[in-house]
């Protein structure tokens, strides 16, 4: 679960918690950071224009995504597990003008399984958020709840990280970041991945500390994502009545290449 440095952090000092990536802190946290995040909205601008019918987004988070779309008038659905990031998106929402607010309907569940009874022109699964399912029978189920939302004339666009490396156990450099919060704390900010490919997943450790008045918090976070292959996600695409219409590579940064992939229905 945690590696490295941040192995060591834990056992130098035993005072910290452990919170969740998408909760609480660092839900916050990870939307203060993504907020300049715009690589992929250029890639789905292209898709929307095409689009018939209303879009849904999967892990949709605090809404990057979703927000860009429903301000050039679109309906979005966004579906999220977590309650915190939605919490976060609704508070964005509530400052929108209210014609973007009625374009949008948000919904938290498991993307692998739920049930809108309606069907969508697009469905988005940004981020490469496709890798937190845990492994092949998960994204089979998701698949399959894809295709019973999916228009005829519909496309599936989700995006994962394919950089499988010929050594085992790789580490991206450690990210370290201090700044100042709105409630004048000073705060670290650690983050590092590895990835794994000898057990097929990438974990990403961050650490955050917050001083102030003297006091300091620490705080752990991690999460786990699957390491799929084009292959592997190939073969459930044809079990699922789902047929690939388009793949793109897409460098985002040195070492950081994303696959985006457009699904149709057969
Ligand atoms: C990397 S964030 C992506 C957020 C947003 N799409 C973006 O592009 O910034 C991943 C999101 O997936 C959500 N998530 C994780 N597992 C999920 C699941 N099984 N079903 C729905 N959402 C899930 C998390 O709560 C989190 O908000």
């Not at 958020?129 to 089979?140: D, G, T």
């Not at 997943?201 to 102030?212: D, G, L, M, P, R």
Request: charged share 25%; proline share 2%.
């Amino acid at each position: 679960m945690f590696f490295g440095i941040f192995e060591k952090m834990q056992q130098w000092d035993s005072n910290y918690e452990v919170q969740s990536l998408y909760q609480s802190y660092f839900a916050d946290l990870y939307d203060k950071l993504t907020q300049e995040t715009k690589y992929d909205l250029e890639f789905y601008d292209k898709h929307t224009i095409l689009c018939r019918g209303d879009i849904l987004e999967l892990a949709c988070g605090s809404g990057r995504i979703l927000l860009y779309l429903a301000s050039k008038g679109f309906n979005v659905t966004g579906i999220d597990l977590s309650e915190d990031m939605l919490d976060i998106l609704r508070n964005k929402l509530s400052q929108q003008p209210i014609d973007v607010q009625s374009r949008i309907k948000l919904y938290c569940a498991d993307m692998k399984d739920f049930s809108l009874n309606k069907l969508f022109g697009l469905i988005l699964l940004p981020a490469t958020s496709i890798s937190l399912l845990k492994n092949y029978s998960e994204i089979e189920m998701l698949f399959k709840t894809v295709h019973k939302h999916l228009r005829k004339d519909g496309q599936f666009i989700f995006d994962y990280r394919d950089n499988y490396s010929s050594t085992p156990i790789t580490y991206s450099p450690l990210i370290t970041w201090t700044d100042t919060t709105p409630k004048n704390e000073q705060r670290v900010l650690m983050v590092q991945e590895c990835n794994n490919f000898l057990e097929s997943k990438s974990i990403v450790n961050c650490y955050s500390e917050i001083k102030s008045n003297g006091r300091k918090k620490r705080l752990f976070s991690y999460s786990e994502k699957a390491i799929f292959t084009f292959d592997g996600l190939q073969k459930i695409v044809h079990k699922t009545g789902l047929k690939i219409v388009e793949t793109r590579e897409m460098i985002i940064y040195e070492n950081e290449k994303l696959k985006i992939v457009v699904l149709g229905k057969v």
